[in-house]
């Protein structure tokens, strides 16, 4: 399986950590910003990592950013930067991209311009932003608590074909399956009989730790 490639805009605390995440996840990362420092600190993790200006057409067009599946653009404290580099992104082809903002203006105004969905960094974690674009679930997590989370989660491989009561995953991992998507079905409260195959989504409340060690396996599955 190919993997999957991602470009990230401004490395600040947001896209430090989506970057780092998606690229030990096991994705090809370009991660872009204006600070050489920055640059040089995180050229070791990624898989490219550019000194350039993300509101900088002739530069943009020179990336190849339109192989990318998608682009994250962190540079929320400048809203005219992360409104010009959006356009350019869509323009260039990337199909999906997600763009962090400060209030609710700044969201309306790059929901205007073409972003596909917009975070704000008080609300999400760059791992989990991360996570969802591995995984492609956009719906991904409704946090309980600080501590517990309600997740979709895709089974791993070894737990193809495997009942719930053989993976006795509340005791390995704490987490409760509260539903199963089949599908278009969805089965609420299996049974402790019912089987896992590798293309169920797993609904589940557990805490938000393991929920992340679960998240990374399975993208380092989908990515090897």
Known sequence: MDKKEFVVFGLGRFGWSVATTLAESGCEVLAVDDNEDKIKDIADI????????????????????????????????????????????KELGIPYVLVKAQTDLHAKILKKVGADMVVFPEKETGMRVAHNLIMGNFFDAVELSSTYSLMELEPLDEWDGKSLKDLNLRSRYKLNVIGIKQDDELNINPDADDYITKNDVLIVIGKNEILNKLKILKNKEVNS
């Open 46 to 89: 990624v898989t490219y990592a550019v000194k350039a200006d993300a509101t900088d057409s002739e530069t943009l067009s020179t990336l190849g950013l339109s192989n990318f599946d998608g682009a994250v653009i962190a540079m929320s404290e400048d809203l005219e930067a992360s409104v010009m580099a959006t356009i350019l992104v």
